[in-house]
């Protein structure tokens, strides 16, 4: 700290950092302020496509980011009994069920970037290239 570049008032801005946090760009969107709002949007994202061929590397990726992430909530089988989940009511979905097997892919991904009831967002935590690979491996882990 001793030897970072300080900026007095009335000074003019140091010039940012090439490699720093974009602040534009993101998905920065507010979500709909009510529930009937995020149904909507939730139906409206069944049409967003999967750009993301589910390939062995993408599944290999996404098991990870499951484990990473997901698995502390709804478990190793994706039963919605991780050692987190269980403690919420409503406990964490089964991702083996039809509930979430039938959605599109795009109704995972609006779920993985906005959360629900007691699931947070992960737009912050997870690139939506990431995103994409954990929802190829739910479908392939936990599909019907």
Same mark, same amino acid.
């Given at each position: 700290?001793?030897?970072?570049?300080?900026?007095?008032?009335?000074?003019? +801005?140091?010039? *940012?950092?090439? =490699?720093?946090?974009?602040?534009?760009? /993101?998905?920065?969107?507010?979500?709909? %302020?009510?529930?009937?709002?995020m149904?909507?949007?939730?139906?409206?994202?069944a049409?967003?496509?999967?750009?993301v061929?589910?390939?062995?590397?993408?599944?290999?990726?996404?098991a990870?980011?499951?484990?990473?992430?997901?698995? +502390?909530?709804? *478990?190793?089988? =994706?039963?919605?009994?991780?050692?987190? /989940?269980?403690?919420?009511?409503?406990? %964490?979905?089964d991702?083996?069920?039809?509930?979430?097997q039938?959605?599109?892919?795009?109704?995972?991904?609006?779920?993985?970037?906005?959360?629900?009831?007691?699931?947070?967002?992960?737009?912050d935590?997870?690139?939506?290239?990431?995103?994409?690979?954990?929802?190829?491996?739910?479908?392939?882990?936990?599909?019907?």
């Open positions: 700290m001793v030897d970072q570049p300080s900026v007095k008032a009335q000074e003019s +801005v140091i010039a *940012g950092d090439s =490699g720093g946090i974009p602040v534009e760009g /993101g998905e920065t969107l507010p979500a709909p %302020p009510d529930e009937a709002g149904f909507a949007a939730k139906d409206e994202a049409a967003i496509p999967n750009p061929p589910a390939t062995e590397e993408s599944i290999a990726r996404g990870e980011l499951y484990v990473n992430t997901c698995l +502390v909530c709804h *478990g190793a089988e =994706g039963l919605g009994d991780g050692p987190v /989940g269980v403690v919420f009511d409503p406990v %964490p979905v991702l083996n069920d039809a509930y979430t039938d959605q599109a892919d795009g109704q995972i991904f609006f779920t993985l970037t906005r959360g629900r009831v007691s699931m947070p967002y992960y737009r935590a997870l690139s939506q290239q990431e995103r994409w690979d954990v929802i190829n491996y739910l479908r392939a882990e936990f599909g019907q």
